[in-house]
Every structure is written in structure tokens, then in C-alpha cells.
């Protein structure tokens, strides 16, 4: 028989964990289905969450699954691909693996791609000294050479943003859009170098990037390289459930998709709700806990009304 449950969350990183704590905590039986791959695996540690300052991501959910089991909560590895309406008010839940569970909600917590730019060695190196978001590894290169690679409306926000952890920022144009003339006088007031020209390849020695080099052959020495990703929600399963995502532009360009969601993560779906990046692609650890564990209970107040009604009808035993 298909086994089912309050709540399955589908997603264990930070958001999903937090949530699963909160619901087992609550009393609800919990599946946390996870295909075991959170976005900043390849950091070595986990910056600006308050109290674990330096964890390694790992030891960070290691420690979650452990809570959320303490309470009862179950948790599974494997990959969600569908999810459906049955008759009964219910969800199936089908796993790549064919395995069906039902639930009575849904807690979605996927996180988000981080869809690189096309340049070699950008993928190799991700998350170790090819960044994104200086309040992850802003401080660990604070004052050195970090070059910034333009692609999108971000660039120049970029290039002024890390030149707050180090006076030595390059904005290599990578043959995107100009900056306006507003932004070029910013970069050149805050002493940011420009650089023209198409981006070849990063220049790595041993295990350590060195710099970046462009079509022309020139080599600009920099101990990391900035570049703007495409933020995409991980969320294709949930097309199943008719529910899509919606794209987040800046400057007529698409720089993310997201599920939207009210302040609690409820969709447009009854039954389902979402946390964590793939409803804000902004959010970090400490923001996807605390929006896991606040849809949460947004979640649970939904199933206590639900039991509320169903008692008052006679439905359920006290
Ligand atoms: C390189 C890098 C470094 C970072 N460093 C920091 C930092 O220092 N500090 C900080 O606060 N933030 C950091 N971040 C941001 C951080 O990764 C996110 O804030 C955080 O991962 C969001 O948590 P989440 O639970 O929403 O998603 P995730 O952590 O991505 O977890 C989602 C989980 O859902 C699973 N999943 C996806 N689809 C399915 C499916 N269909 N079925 C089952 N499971 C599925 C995934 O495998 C994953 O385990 C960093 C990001 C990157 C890219």
C-alpha cells in the first residue's frame, strides 16, 4: 500500500531541513525526499550564518538530518518527478526510482541551478575561485585582485559591490553591453579597471586560478573571477501540477525564474507551498532556513484548520 503522510517535503538542503524540523516538531508525519545536491557543495564552508560561521555545507545538513530524525521525521535520497492531485485531497509523489507516497501537503524546497556562462573553466572552478556573491567569499579574497566578467544587467552592480572587499577590481566587458556613460563615470570614480574584449579561458596553475585571458591572447593576473549567473529554479516537476515558474528581469534581460508565492511560500496551487531559492534566488542559508521553517507553519496552520473542519463533521477522532 502507497504509504501516506502529513507532509512531504521534497528538497533536504537548509529550507527543506528546517521546515521538516518545524512540521516533525509540530507533531506531523514528515518524508523528506532529497536527491542529495545543494547548491554550494562545491564551497568549503558556509559564510554569514549566525552561530556556524565557517561550517562546512555538509556537516551543516548532516547535522539538520540528524535533528529532523530526533523528532520522527523521515527522510529518503532520491529524486522527485512528478507530483499530482488524487481524488481523495491528496498528492502522489512519483520518485525517478517509480516509488509512489501521498501526502496531504506539499513543502517544495528544490533550490536553484546556477545556470554558468559558456567560458572554460568557469564550471570547474565554481564556488571555489569563480564566485558570485561576495557575502559568501568576499572576505576570503578580500584585497586581492578579483576580475569581474560582464553578461548581464548585474555586471557593473558586481564590479561595484566586490570593490567594497578590494580596491583591485577589472570589469572585463566580455563583449556585453556598454555600461552608460552614468556607470562608466561610478566605476571610474570607485577605481575599477576596465577591460574590452571577449573572454577566452580562465589561466589555472596547479589547483589555483591565476587569472583570465582574452581572445587577443592577453593574460590579466587575478586571484578570482566574478561571474553573474542565471539563476534557475529547480523546478520542473512541479509543471505536473500546472504550476510554473516566472522569470525576474533586469534591464529587459532575464537574470532568474522563481515559483511564486505569498510571504508564507503558499502558491497558486492549494496544498503546496515553497521556500528557500526556488521561490528567492537571493536567499542565503540562514534565509532559506527561516523561510523553510516560516511556510512551515503556514503549512501546519492549514492542516490544523483542515482537521478543525473535519472534526466538526464527524470525520476525524479527537
Ligand atoms: C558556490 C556557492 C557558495 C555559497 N556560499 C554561501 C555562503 O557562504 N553562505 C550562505 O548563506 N549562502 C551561500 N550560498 C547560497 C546557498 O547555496 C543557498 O542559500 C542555499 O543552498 C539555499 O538553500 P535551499 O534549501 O533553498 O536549496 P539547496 O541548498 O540547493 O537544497 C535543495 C535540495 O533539493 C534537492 N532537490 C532538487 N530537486 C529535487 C527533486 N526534484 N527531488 C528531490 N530533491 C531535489 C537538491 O538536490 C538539494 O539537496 C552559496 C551558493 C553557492 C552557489
Known amino acids: 500500500m502507497e504509504h501516506s503522510y502529513d507532509v512531504v517535503v521534497v528538497g533536504g538542503g537548509a529550507a527543506g531541513l528546517s521546515g521538516a524540523l518545524a512540521l516533525s516538531r509540530a507533531r ?68 525517478a ?15 536553484l541551478v546556477d545556470v554558468l556562462p559558456d567560458i572554460p573553466g568557469v564550471a570547474e572552478r565554481w564556488g571555489r575561485d569563480v564566485l558570485h556573491c561576495p557575502y559568501c567569499h568576499g572576505w576570503e579574497v578580500r584585497d586581492q585582485p578579483i576580475g569581474v566578467v ?60 591565476t587569472g583570465v585571458r582574452l581572445h587577443t591572447g592577453q593574460v590579466f593576473p587575478l586571484a578570482a573571477v566574478v561571474v553573474p549567473p542565471l539563476f ?8 505536473s501540477l500546472g504550476l510554473a515558474t516566472t522569470e525576474m528581469e533586469m534591464a529587459g534581460h532575464v537574470i532568474a525564474t522563481a515559483v511564486a508565492a505569498d510571504a508564507t511560500g503558499a502558491t497558486a496551487v492549494p496544498g503546496v507551498w515553497v521556500a528557500g531559492n526556488v521561490a528567492d534566488p537571493k536567499a542565503q542559508v ?17 492542516l490544523i484548520a483542515e482537521d478543525t473542519r473535519l472534526a466538526v463533521a464527524g470525520a476525524l477522532s479527537r
Not at 70 to 85: D, R
Not at 286 to 302: F, K
Open 286 to 302: 540562514i534565509v532559506a532556513a527561516g523561510a523553510g521553517l516560516n511556510a512551515a507553519a503556514a503549512l501546519n496552520a492549514d
Open 97 to 111: 526510482d517509480g516509488g509512489t507516497v501521498k501526502a496531504r501537503r506539499l513543502l517544495v524546497t528544490t533550490g
Open 232 to 239: 534557475r529554479a529547480r523546478a520542473d516537476f512541479l509543471d
Open 28 to 95: 506531523r508525519s514528515v518524508l523528506v525526499i532529497d536527491a542529495g545536491e545543494p547548491r554550494n557543495a562545491p564551497a568549503g564552508h558556509i559564510h554569514n550564518y549566525l552561530g556556524r560561521e565557517g561550517t562546512p555545507p555538509g556537516e551543516l545538513l548532516a547535522a539538520g538530518r540528524e535533528e529532523v530524525a530526533g523528532y520522527g521525521g523521515e527522510i529518503v535520497t532520491g529524486t522527485v518527478t512528478s507530483a499530482e492531485k488524487v481524488g481523495d485531497g491528496e498528492f502522489r509523489v512519483t520518485l
Open 150 to 209: 560582464a553578461g548581464s544587467p548585474l555586471a557593473v552592480h558586481q564590479a561595484l559591490m566586490w570593490r567594497q572587499w578590494t580596491d583591485s577590481v577589472t570589469l572585463f566587458l566580455n563583449d556585453a553591453d556598454e555600461p552608460t556613460a552614468e556607470e562608466y563615470e561610478q566605476l571610474a570614480a570607485r577605481g575599477v579597471a576596465i577591460v574590452d574584449g571577449g573572454v577566452a579561458g580562465l589561466e589555472v596553475q596547479g589547483d589555483r586560478l
